[in-house]
């Protein structure tokens, strides 16, 4: 696919309007601006993680990076799906906005990304591992590697085999197989070792990148495949965890109607087998994220460089039934980010900030000097990096077109809204797939973990209305197309619309 002579013109446009004027640092000093280094996660939930806390999992490479970092508390993702998460945080705007709500989605090749924004500020940039354009473009990054040229790399050099006895994982076939296979109940090492697994191959890459002599800053993005299902952990890990040293939570009250049959026939026992098998790869992800951060120590560029973390989304290990994100459940939503900057951040942990992962742009451009374009939504996080505040905003919205669903989450409430008229095609049906529209209010401050719903009693008429009508407000001034959003003063309707997938069409 290649850009037409149109589509070039406005992406060109839409560019430069971001790196050119009389405010750009570059014109007003010759100040030197900060390299930049993302870690990208996949399902990496930030409860499973000893830097926010857990004492069980052995993460000592974020664990010490956290120490020197801004660590936030309260951060999401603004869509728990991965395309539609990802494409959010490198563009800056919010997932509807920019056209991509589902996983086959394609980034439209017209929308700048952070890639694009540096690129055109001088940056060498570069993005290895999970991107999810779902493209061959490369979207602003000058050297792009991903699964492609590792599996030409494999091909070339065979796997080491396997030692005898050993069992390991058979092919992932998700949905194919039942549920307690494809979520490595028996907690299996994958099988490889170390050495011949994608993320060695990307670490190397890293590494090999953060070594070049450069004259230009950069922006590299590391973005590795663990944990997400089936939790794949190298050969070297194996029986870091077992399944008996966990117990897999319990269901809510309410929680029977809203439980996907692919986890219904799962065994409590095999729930404990899927947690060990998380648990261990996400020890070995942490691994691998030592590795790229003692390069970046080593290449002496660590004194002068944003280093970010983050995880496109976070994930259930057996809360409410599920396993897996696709809901608005805070284990889904919520994601690790840690922030070191050179000379202004203050480290330990920011507990008060309500902050998406999409607010990542405007905070790297606005570190970098770079002038923020107008069609990025996110905010800035640099006042906090700064010390100049703890407060971000005072509520966030977070959407799931493949349920037709739409959240807003304060630091007390969470309010869900789903228009229940869809046939969901992501797996995760209900025995009642299409159950007419639904409310949901949880009251975070007492009932954590959202087993009550206060939707339907009559005391909280008033803030469901005004959350209703605050989802219905966003969602119609963040349209990609306003124009389609029905001219009513019905928030029902307007939502109804909206929530639908509505992205754009490859071509």
């Known amino acids: 696919m290649s850009f037409s002579w149109s589509r070039r013109k406005v992406l060109k446009t839409a560019v430069a309007a971001a790196v050119s004027g009389p405010t750009l640092a570059r014109a007003e000093a010759p100040r030197k601006r900060p390299n930049i280094l993302w870690i990208v996660a996949d399902d990496h939930a930030p409860y499973i993680c000893g830097a926010y806390g857990n004492r069980k999992v052995s993460t000592p490479n974020l664990d010490r990076f956290s120490r020197q970092a801004m660590r936030f508390e ?39 990304t952070l890639g694009h ?22 979207h602003g990054f000058s050297q792009r590697l991903d699964l492609e040229e590792f599996n030409a790399l494999r091909r070339r050099s065979p796997r080491r085999p396997m030692p005898a006895g050993v069992k390991v994982q058979p092919p992932w076939r998700p949905f194919k197989d039942p549920a307690s296979i494809w979520l490595n109940s028996d907690c299996l090492p994958f099988g490889f070792y170390e050495a011949d697994t994608s993320a060695n191959f990307l670490a190397d890459q890293a590494q090999q990148f953060l070594r070049q002599p450069r004259e230009n800053p950069f922006f590299l993005v590391v973005s590795f495949y663990e944990p ?48 060990a098998a998380y648990y261990t790869s996400a020890e070995f992800l942490d691994h691998s994220i030592g590795r790229v951060l003692d390069a970046l120590e080593r290449s002496g560029h660590a004194e002068d460089t944003i280093v970010v973390y983050l995880a496109d989304h976070g994930y259930l290990l057996g809360q409410h039934g599920r396993f897996e994100k696709h809901c608005g459940f805070d284990p889904a939503i919520r ?43 996110g905010k800035s996080l640099a006042p906090i990096l700064h010390g100049q505040t703890d407060h971000h905003r005072n509520q966030l919205f977070i959407e799931y077109s493949e349920n037709a669903e ?18 969901r095609q992501d797996g995760y049906a209900t025995a009642n797939p299409t159950p007419g529209r639904t409310l949901r209010l949880y ?5 954590p973990d959202e ?30 197309q306003p124009e389609l959003v029905p001219k009513t003063d019905d928030h029902f309707a307007i939502l109804d619309f909206c929530v639908q997938p509505n992205d754009v069409k490859p071509g």
């Open 74 to 112: 309260q951060a999401y993702c603004c869509s728990p799906v991965c395309t539609a998460s990802r494409q959010c945080f490198i563009t800056g705007r919010y997932p509807r906005s920019v056209g991509v709500t589902q996983l086959s989605s394609v980034l439209p090749e017209s929308e700048p």
């Open 117 to 138: 924004y540096l690129s055109e500020a001088g940056y060498d940039t570069a993005a290895f591992g999970k991107m999810h354009f779902n493209s061959p473009l490369k």
């Open 228 to 275: 997400h299902s089936p939790y794949n952990f190298p050969i070297e890990f194996r029986d870091r965890h077992k399944p008996q040293d966990f117990v897999a939570p319990r269901p809510g009250p309410q929680d029977a109607g809203q439980i996907p049959l692919v986890f219904k026939d799962i065994t409590d026992e095999q729930k404990a087998g899927s947690i």
């Open 335 to 377: 994601v690790p980010l840690i922030v070191r900057a050179p000379g202004i951040t203050h480290p330990g942990s920011n507990p008060r900030a309500l902050v998406q992962s999409f607010d990542l742009v405007p905070t790297m451009l606005d570190l970098s000097g770079v002038q923020m374009p107008s069609r990025v939504q």
């Open 406 to 423: 739409g959240y807003v989450r304060t630091d007390r409430w969470k309010f869900i809204y789903c228009a229940g008229n869809r046939a």
């Open 443 to 447: 009251d975070l401050q007492n009932d």
């Open 451 to 480: 087993f009550i719903n206060l939707a339907v009693h009559p005391a909280h008429a008033d803030r469901v209305a005004q959350f209703t009508a605050a989802l219905a407000q966003h969602m119609r001034s963040t349209a990609r």
